[in-house]
């Protein structure tokens, strides 16, 4: 088990926590968790390559926890009644379409990397999820930012394989 590859894990593991605390109405420590829990995304990446530590396990489950963490706090962010639900359920298709398409696409030896726009994409992800959490203004203006980059990256992703 790599570095990288324990970041991964640990942002997984710590999602039932980032939930916990929104569930039982702990905002402040569920969006510091989640914004740790983000940042290990970047730095897991960074150190896999710098390190040369790529594996098929960090290239399958770094985007998974991501995906999963973002995902599943927005589900629990409509469910409580502190998020409209359409733009959720776009960013949701969004993620799960791409992520099923990418399978596809390496099933048949290619490879599709991630592009700068995906990347900042999970930025604004990232930052409207943690405005939401901390009932912020401008918090629905920014998860419908996020919406709409997650459908431009997703046509771009498809439009570049």
């Known amino acids: 088990m790599t570095v990288p590859n324990l970041l991964t894990s640990a942002r997984m593991a710590g999602i039932p926590l980032v939930l916990a ?11 510091a968790l989640f914004f740790v829990l983000s940042l290990t995304d970047a730095l897991d990446g960074y150190l896999a390559r710098r390190l040369k530590m ?8 770094d985007p998974a926890a991501d995906k999963l963490l973002v995902i599943s706090v927005l589900i629990l962010l409509v469910e409580k009644g502190i998020s409209p639900s ?3 359920i776009i960013i949701a298709a969004r ?7 990418r ?3 390496g099933a048949k030896g290619v490879v599709v990397g991630a592009s700068i726009t995906g990347k900042i994409k999970t930025v604004i992800q990232v930052i409207a999820v943690l405005m939401l959490m901390l009932n912020l203004p401008y918090a ?6 996020a919406a709409l980059v997650s459908i431009y990256s997703g046509v771009e992703y498809v439009g570049r394989g």
């Open 21 to 31: 605390f929104l569930y039982f109405n702990q905002p402040i420590w569920a969006a």
């Open 103 to 105: 399978a596809e696409k």
């Open 140 to 145: 629905f203006c920014a998860l419908w930012i």
């Open 54 to 61: 790529m594996s098929d396990f960090g290239k399958l489950m």
């Open 95 to 101: 993620e799960l379409f791409i992520g099923g398409w």
């Open 86 to 88: 359409l733009p959720v």
